[in-house]
Structures are given as C-alpha cells and as structure tokens.
C-alpha cells in the first residue's frame, strides 16, 4: 500500500479548507493554524490550484514542518497532510 494512501487514513488534530482562498493568503491561513497546533499535531489542508499545492508544502518544510502526505482528487482539489515541527 502506498505511504500516501497510508497517511490519508491517520486522523488530522486539526482541518481547514482554503480551496476557495488564493496565495498568498493560502500559507497565510496554513500558517495561523499550525501555529495554533502542538509540536507532532498533524494539519489536514484542503485546497484547489497549483500555485498553493506547490507552494503550501514548500514553504511548510522550509520553517520546519513535514509534509506527510499530498493526494490529488479528481475534482482538482489537493489535500496535504502536514505535521507540525
């Protein structure tokens, strides 16, 4: 079984849904709710484009978080799965 479909199954501490919100406000948004989460808590994210599905996870390692998952639906949405660092 693949990590990702492995990953998608773990319960998130904690969901937020920025698929109707553009960058920069994406990470933004990212940003409030991990900083809101204990070190280890997982983050589910759900958004739509590729610029925050490049760029969400990208900046997220960068300061410290791991991205533990990302799975692409078939209604163009992404959902990242990010542990907080």
């Known amino acids: 079984m693949p990590p990702a479909t ?5 319960t998130p501490d904690h969901q937020i849904d ?11 948004l990212v940003r409030l709710a991990l900083d809101q989460m204990k070190s280890g808590q997982i983050l ?14 990208l900046t997220a390692q960068e300061q410290g978080h ?6 692409d639906l078939e209604n163009g949405e992404s959902i990242i799965l990010l542990r907080r660092g």
């Open 66 to 71: 791991e991205v533990v998952s990302i799975s």
């Open 18 to 28: 920025i698929s109707s919100e553009t960058c920069p406000m994406t990470f933004v």
């Open 6 to 10: 492995i990953a998608t199954r773990a």
């Open 44 to 57: 589910e994210i759900r958004l739509r484009g590729a610029e925050p599905r490049r760029n969400v996870p």
